[in-house]
């Protein structure tokens, strides 16, 4: 793998940058591999790198039905933290975290990583009831949350200037999450799919896989492909909002359902806010980009779909919503709106395991997916790769569903 350093940089400016090798290959797809993961997504990448780096295997096909990085990794608003309420998902979310801290140097990519606090701005008392039982959690798993006052509150965010005493819901306090960060979310798809080809994985884009394949013996044997079959003993499906779709195609039902969420960006403006912002009884939480850009998203829409636009309703909500606590925003210009596929189980916790189907494994349930890739990629490698989970996935495997033993969860932003 070409390093990536100062002196790379300055040597490919002098020779006009036409030393550059190409950050992945194209490779002929081959008929059988050891390990097909679907999906080149965040966890698809993270999982293909984990099981060449940590594990040596590297017969592994990543197939993706567009373009590498394309899916939801790249329509995400990039907040990683580690805020959970279950004692199942805390650690998990704390090892994700670190590991994000320390991807720049693994992958020799540049995160742009920015460890920049999140702030919950709490305007009622349920609410911080709900906040102050995670904190008591998170401080036995080494996360961090403590409470400040509203005056703290305000001093951190100057442009916070509603919510005062005669608003109908006054800001009570808030909770500081100083482990929380943002990351540029393309890099985190390049820099793993570079540093899982460097060790022999290959990638294979524009390559929609549209069946499972299940031997004779019921195990899998394989996927459909528009480029035909190509057989493995064991599949990966890590296909996000799309995971159903093809675990029906082997006749097995997932407790999921696809939901969309959306976001939106200004215009750059000014540097106005150096953390996250999130204000759970609103319904709203955004950060300024480095370009200057607010990126702002609110509760996902409640009904199941697919669409990847914002509808108008829950786009009302969330500015009137963000309008209440920074009137000044009612200036700013909306550039761009998009929306994405989450998929949600039933306890709002994520699917990790293999299924019914030997040698079948998914990796779903990621309504707030970003922040756990890396965790999600390693601890996802070692179930392929040993056939046993790793004590940090244990808790979110299916059979959860069969024994009534939910790890229910909730969001930040929204209760669901
Ligand atoms: C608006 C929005 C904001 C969000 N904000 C945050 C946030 O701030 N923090 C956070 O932690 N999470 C956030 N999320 C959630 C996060 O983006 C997802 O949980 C996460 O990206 C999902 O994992 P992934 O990256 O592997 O998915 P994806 O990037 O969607 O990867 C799945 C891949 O599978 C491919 N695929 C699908 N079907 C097939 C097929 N049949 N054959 C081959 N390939 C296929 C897709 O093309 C895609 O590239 C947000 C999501 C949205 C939509």
Redesign the pocket.
Known sequence: MQRYSILSLAKNALSGHRGWQPAWRSHPLKDRYEVIV?????????TAYYLAREFGITDVAV???????????????????SNYLRDESIPFYVKSVALYEGLTRELNFNMMHSKRTMIDVVQTWPKLRDLRRRQLGMDIYGSTYERITTEEVRRRIPALTGGGPDARLPIICGMVHTDAG?NR?DA??WGYARAADARGVEIHQQ????ALIRGANGRIAG?E?SRGTVKAGKVVV?????TT??TETVGLKLPLRTM????FVSEPVKPLVDVIVNCPDSGF?FSQSDKGEMVI?GA?DQGQSFR?DIKQHVFEDTVTAMLSLFPSFKKLKLMRQ??????IAHDASPIMDETDVPGLFV?AG????????PA?GLTLAHLVAKGVPHPLMAPFTIKRFRHLDFVMETGTTTAR
């Open positions: 679907i999906g080149a997504g965040g966890h698809g990448l993270a197939l993706e039905r567009g373009w590498l990085g394309g899916g939801n990794i790249a329509r995400n608003t990039v907040t990683i933290r943002v979310h985190v798809a390559t929609p896989v549209t996927v492909t890590a296909v996000s909002g799309h779709t093809l969309n969420l959306t976001a939480y998203g996902p990847r998009w929306g994405g596929h989450l998929d990796t990621w309504w707030g997916g970003y922040k756990a890739i999600g």
